[in-house]
């Protein structure tokens, strides 16, 4: 199953960008930086219930996922 921790490794959510435009979803990264305790709550429910069912939304097959590159660090 999905695990809870695994949502916080690596703290994404803290490295968020802020001033930054908003997503397809219009959600300001300032917003979800406030509500992180929520929206992985929310989340972690969300992909418990795909787990079990073995279906997604549509919404979250049809995601663009942005692809993010590491720098080597000096």
């Known amino acids: 199953l999905p695990c809870m921790v695994g949502l916080d490794e ?3 959510i803290d490295n968020l960008s802020s001033g930054k435009a908003s997503g ?12 992180k305790e929520i929206l992985r709550d929310g ?7 795909c787990w079990e069912t073995g279906d997604a939304p549509k919404e979250m097959r049809d995601c ?9 660090e000096v």
């Open 10 to 12: 690596p703290p994404i």
């Open 24 to 35: 397809l979803d219009a959600i300001s990264p300032e917003l979800i930086k406030i509500g």
């Open 43 to 49: 989340l972690h429910k969300l992909l418990l219930e």
């Open 64 to 72: 663009e996922i942005p692809q993010y590159t590491r720098t080597k």
